[in-house]
């Protein structure tokens, strides 16, 4: 009988009834499908590092070898090629590397299908000529993204590529490696991202639960009256409780639906995001079936909670609700919880357990989302204590009467404040190399530099460079003629061969696949070469931090625009009757703005240092200028998408101001 | 004397529903006025026009000889601010401000200084028999205390009427009775006139005289005997 009833009261609500279960199924809706990419993130950083294991060789150790593998980078265009260079021992015969059909023979090579096209596009002297004998395409199993520029050279075990000394640094390439299996493991920068998307994840996820506890919300504060009502007339809380709950279920399971129907017409749009030097497969961002079916089970379950919360007073004190007694005070305790968690920050961040940081920085947002409705108590009571003015006595009354609803209305914003705080440390300035394309440089193994110089100056004549190729100790230097200097910042940068040059590409790419295997298992490279794997990372980190931002964004202006709208429905009567007995439209509208804005200003403040406060000790580089704009965009389209969210809703505002015969409900 | 409020030929329609049709209605300096009349009759519609709440689709209204339902919503919004007071039956008190607060809305409204609106607003209080009262909230008064805030809050302003929509509509007999006779003494005492909507004749009974309305037609006027 309850769900029966419940179905009446939910259809029962009238045209301004439903609009506020549209909103619900709206927010709700949004959440899931912000919900799904902010785990999808996880799983898809995840499903990367799997793939691309093969190329970090694991020593076989006490396991019988079958092959050797090593593994460099070359570089063309400005992008970077992972070259990867396998072998099988005598008398083995491994299982062939993901994504390929047999085990390369030696002498062979394998491109992945974006380099395939890009051979084929550039002149031969610029790439294709650096890898004959092409015997296929790589699989997508054996890619990281889909734009990946990789080549897999079959090579025999005793050739120079696996038996030379290579460098060590994972930045330059892996030593040859006597592997069991071509398994592999993530590699560590694989590994880097996924703690980074795992931050993102907890970053988005909270005021995510939070905007649908919001939401949740909204729908018991239109039928706290009615429900109220049906305990005074000997509804037991159970029931109650039943209603509520399948109410909020009802439309929550419809908006989680909606919202993983949503998403799943957003992936193709947001795999073209790039991270990690390209876009994204489709399969990677669409998350599990049962995952799918989680959240689409999850959401519902947690708004049902919600609204129990939200129905707390009704239950307790059904007269409370009907008669709007002076709400009880909040504990100064909810500050405490805050305290603590930021006293953690700094010991918890000294440790390397990403979980654990993750864990910690989760903590910290959910203590400002605790906290947040006794401040805005507390900022109420001064508001209203020192108003001249009937808006901002109007709104310090209504802060202080209910300091939770003003607080779903900022709530998102100030939470996002946090996020721009933490990101704001985080988020790196332009890494501004030196950005040298001029000069190529390769290490010659020891006292063999004024051979291989010799032998770069005849190649390079050979494919019609122009170059000068001279040696620093061990080091060939090629410093190609046709380079032009680079001007501005970067000229006052010192570079070790000389003035900063910056070649022609096609020029540079001539040089590189004339000086390919100049020393075996070494790649002549420039200094913008050498420093691509960290802008790469840098630029990364800038790219996350706005799809983080834009997520939280998102949420906070749906959130102040639906909760905004829901709470001139739910104070539809006392609006009504005020302008009623003369009170001006732009009064009401000002006390509504200073409701939220007030609030707003000091909370989204304050989030702004805690997340700060939390960044602190994952800072990689200096607080740089491009971190004070991110904050003080931050703020700057915070308030103006509350306030324009906000004003979206003045024509409801005017429309149930017009009924000149208001009713309670 | 002349009327201070004056309603001519008022015609009002809701789609096919005639609410008014061709209503005339004055009211004198000081005069309370009863409008009684079954649900659905018209009553609150002329009340609303009166009141500038609501525009007439014909027919006119002054106030002190000057029209007002062709004034626009911001000028007739002002006027309803500062020469009207009003009354309901529940609901216009709003429930996040203190008592005192509440009655002193209207003159902060009009300019006053919240410490001289609050200060007038209390003045209200004791006469009223609200003494001590004026810091609770609204869901902390009983329902008659309720009203009576609403009539100090009503007359605060100095109006020159005062509209009251079943102003005993949730009180029972006794606190009804006893709060007509605080509104009607009140507002007499103020020098405003008073316009009742009801459809209990013993609230008409407390007036000076009652009009009928049916069919959104005036049907009668009588004198109080």
């Known amino acids: 009988m309850n769900v029966g009833l419940t179905w009446r009261l939910l259809r029962g609500g009238g045209r301004r009834g439903m609009l506020g279960t549209w909103l619900t199924l709206g927010a709700v809706a949004v959440s899931t499908a912000l919900l799904l990419f902010a785990v999808a993130v996880d799983f898809a950083f995840a499903a990367r590092a799997d793939r691309g294991a093969w190329r970090n060789p694991v020593a076989a150790g006490s396991r019988p070898a079958v092959a050797v593998e090593a593994s460099r980078h070359d570089y063309v265009r400005g992008r970077e090629i992972t070259v990867v260079d396998l072998a099988a021992l005598p008398g083995r015969s491994p299982e062939p590397p993901p994504g390929l059909s047999r085990f390369p023979a030696p002498g062979e090579v394998w491109l992945s299908p ?127 409780v039943a209603m509520t709950v399948a109410e909020a279920v009802i439309v929550a399971f419809a908006g989680a639906l909606a919202g993983a129907v949503a998403y799943a017409l957003a992936v193709p749009l947001l795999s073209r995001v790039r991270i990690d030097g390209g876009p994204w497969f489709v399969a990677d961002l669409w998350p599990h079936p049962l995952v799918m079916a989680g959240a689409v089970v999850a959401v519902p379950l947690l708004t049902g909670l919600s609204a129990v919360a939200g129905l707390r007073r009704v239950v307790v004190s059904p007269l409370g609700v009907a008669k709007r007694e002076t709400p009880p005070g909040m504990r100064w305790v909810r500050l405490l919880a805050l305290v603590a968690v930021l006293a953690a ?44 003015r009937p808006a901002r006595l109007l709104a310090g009354r209504r802060l202080v009467d209910d300091p939770r609803s003003a607080w779903r209305t900022v709530s998102g914003v100030a939470l996002t404040g946090f996020v721009a705080g933490f990101l704001g440390l985080l988020s790196p300035g332009t890494l501004v190399g030196t950005q040298d394309t001029g000069h190529l440089r390769v290490s010659a193994p020891a006292g063999r530099a004024a051979t291989v110089a010799q032998e770069a100056r005849d190649r390079l004549r050979h494919a019609g460079v122009a170059a000068a190729v001279t040696t620093r100790k061990d080091v060939v230097v090629i410093a190609l003629k046709d380079a032009t200097r680079i001007t501005g910042d970067g000229a006052r940068r010192e570079a070790p061969d000389g003035p900063l040059l910056r070649a022609e590409p096609a020029a540079l790419d001539r040089a590189r696949t004339a000086l390919t295997g100049l020393v075996p298992g070494r790649t002549p490279t420039t200094q913008a070469d050498d420093e691509y794997f960290g802008g790469e990372i840098l630029g990364d980190i800038a790219v996350g931090t706005v799809v983080v931002l834009s997520v939280s964004f998102l949420v906070a202006i749906a959130s102040a625009g639906i909760t905004a709208a829901s709470s001139v429905l739910d104070r539809r009567q006392t609006y009504a009757l005020l302008r009623l007995a003369g009170t001006p439209l732009e009064v009401l509208d000002r006390a509504r703005r200073a409701e939220t804005l007030i609030p707003l200003a000091v909370m989204g403040g304050g989030a702004i240092l805690v997340g700060a406060f939390c960044g602190i000790p994952f800072m990689i580089t200096d607080p740089n200028l491009s971190g004070l704009v991110t904050l003080v965009v931050c703020v700057a389209a915070g308030f103006a998408g509350v306030v324009g969210a906000g004003a979206l809703s003045r024509p409801l505002l005017r429309s149930v101001t017009a009924d000149p015969a208001p009713r309670p409900d | 004397m002349n009327d201070v409020l004056a309603g001519r030929a008022l015609t009002k329609r809701f789609g096919q529903t005639v609410a008014l049709a061709g209503v005339d209605m004055a009211v004198r300096p000081g005069e309370a006025v009863a409008i009684m009349g079954p649900s659905g009759s018209g009553k609150s519609t002329l009340l609303h026009c009166l009141a500038g709440i609501m525009r007439p689709d014909a027919g006119e209204v002054r106030l002190e000889g000057t029209r007002i339902d062709d004034m626009g919503e911001r000028r007739r919004s002002a006027l309803r601010r500062t020469r009207f007071g009003f009354v309901f039956q529940f609901g216009q008190l709003l429930p996040e401000l203190p008592a005192d607060e509440n009655v002193a809305l209207p003159l902060m409204l009009g300019g006053v200084t919240r410490a001289e609106a609050v200060r007038r607003a209390r003045e209200w209080f004791a006469p009223l028999g609200l003494g001590g009262m004026e810091a609770r909230r609204p869901g902390e008064l009983s329902g008659g205390q309720a009203q009576r805030a609403a009539i100090a809050r009503a007359l605060v302003t100095k109006p020159a009427v005062v509209f009251a929509d079943e102003p005993t509509g949730a009180l029972d007999q006794t606190t009804g009775h006893d709060t007509m006779r605080l509104l009607v003494e009140a507002t007499k005492h103020n020098g405003a006139s008073l316009i009742v909507v009801t459809h209990d004749p013993g609230v008409a009974g407390w007036c000076d005289r009652t009009v009928e309305v049916r069919d959104g037609v005036l049907l009668a006027a009588g004198a109080r005997a």
């Open chain 1, 114 to 240: 974006a380099l395939a096209d890009l051979a084929d596009r550039l002149p031969a002297a610029e790439l294709a000529a650096r890898y004959p004998k092409r015997a296929g395409v790589l699989g997508d199993e054996a890619l990281v993204h889909p734009d990946e520029l990789i080549v897999l050279a079959g090579r025999a075990p005793d050739a120079p590529e696996l038996t030379a000394t290579r460098s060590s640094d994972w930045i330059v390439g892996s030593q040859p490696v006597k592997v069991a299996t071509l398994a592999g493991e993530p590699t560590e920068d694989a590994e880097g991202y996924q703690v980074l998307a795992l931050i993102a994840s907890v970053l988005m996820v909270v005021p995510l639960l939070v905007f649908g506890g919001a939401a949740a919300r909204l729908t018991v504060a239109r039928r706290d009256q009615r429900l109220a009502a049906l305990r005074l007339v000997g509804a037991t809380p159970g029931q109650v």
């Open chain 1, 345 to 388: 920050v700094p010991v918890v961040s000294r440790g390397d357990s990403a979980g654990l940081i993750a864990v910690v920085i989760g903590l910290a947002f959910l203590s400002i989302n605790l906290v947040g409705p006794w401040v805005v108590g507390l900022i109420g009571r001064i508001t209203a204590a020192s108003a001249r």
